[in-house]
């Protein structure tokens, strides 16, 4: 059993929902990455993802995109990251799942980058350019590790695509709230409530919406169906302040968010 999979079966024996924030490793510096981490989990974060930046981005906003491209501008390597990783992982509480492109995982070696990621203590990967039809070689490497290969199902999937990708996946399912990229919106569609519950009527996989989540008024419309809300480019963007407000002003903020954000999942 995965550290994520023993972390929904804690969630699901309490009642609870699971909390998961986005954050883009090295923006704006892997010191302060780690800070974030820290924070995150000590407001109540049930896991974290953490986004490996790449130049090709696939549905990645522009708040996501721009912390991507100041990291790729200080020449940051995957090696950097997963040795800041192994540290953070080592300290907190709440495993740390990757958010990573196909082509990176390819380019290091299917069975490498399974190794490499769980030396440095992560559980599992989000891969969100990896088709369903090419994706059991991969699948089987994640199996076997006990490493949580986590894949995304979209409003417009074609429903026996939706149970296909069940198949290959393992910690939970990723459903994206909303057709296009990711950011924060003024309001959801009203009918993902419906394709959430549809899919959790087929599959044992936890279901984790996110693209688009940002107000407590987003989570309390999502959480009676989901098993976890994600929260990306609302944390980033506070981020991204931080040489403006400076780091102490941007941990208490993203900590308020997390506040507001987790206390409407329970309310």
Not at 46 to 52: A, F, H, N, P, V
Not at 145 to 152: G, R
Not at 192 to 216: A, H, N
Request: glycine share 8%.
């Amino acid at each position: 059993m995965s550290a994520i999979d023993k972390t929904f079966e804690s969630l699901r024996s309490q009642g609870r929902k699971a909390f998961l924030p986005f954050v883009t490793a090295g923006d704006p510096n892997l010191e302060f990455t780690g800070k974030v981490l820290r924070e995150l989990v000590a407001r109540g974060a049930s896991l974290c993802e953490l986004g490996i930046p790449y130049s090709d981005l696939i549905a990645d906003g522009p708040v996501i995109q721009a912390s991507y491209t100041r990291v790729l501008d200080q020449k940051q390597k995957l090696a950097d990251i997963l040795a800041a990783a192994q540290t953070w992982t080592a300290e907190l509480s709440a495993p740390i799942v990757s958010m990573v492109s196909y082509s990176i995982i390819h380019r290091q070696g299917l069975e490498n980058y399974v190794a490499r990621a769980k030396a440095a203590g992560i559980a599992g990967a989000i891969v969100p350019d990896l088709l369903v039809e090419e994706s059991d070689a991969f699948s089987e490497i994640c199996k076997r590790e006990d490493f949580s290969l986590i894949q995304l199902v979209t409003p417009t999937t074609p429903r026996d695509r939706a149970l296909q990708i069940c198949e290959t996946s393992t910690g939970f399912l990723y459903f994206v709230s909303v057709t296009g990229i990711t950011g924060e919106r003024t309001e959801l569609p009203p009918e993902v409530v419906d394709q959430v519950g549809w899919l959790k009527e087929r599959t044992e996989l936890p279901v984790c919406i996110g693209f688009g989540i940002s107000k407590p008024e987003h989570v309390k419309m999502l959480a009676p169906v989901a098993d976890g809300l994600i929260v990306g480019s609302a944390i980033v963007r506070k981020i991204a302040e931080v040489e403006e407000k400076g780091e102490a002003a941007v941990l208490a903020e993203i900590g308020e968010l997390v506040d507001a954000l987790t206390a409407a999942m329970e309310s």
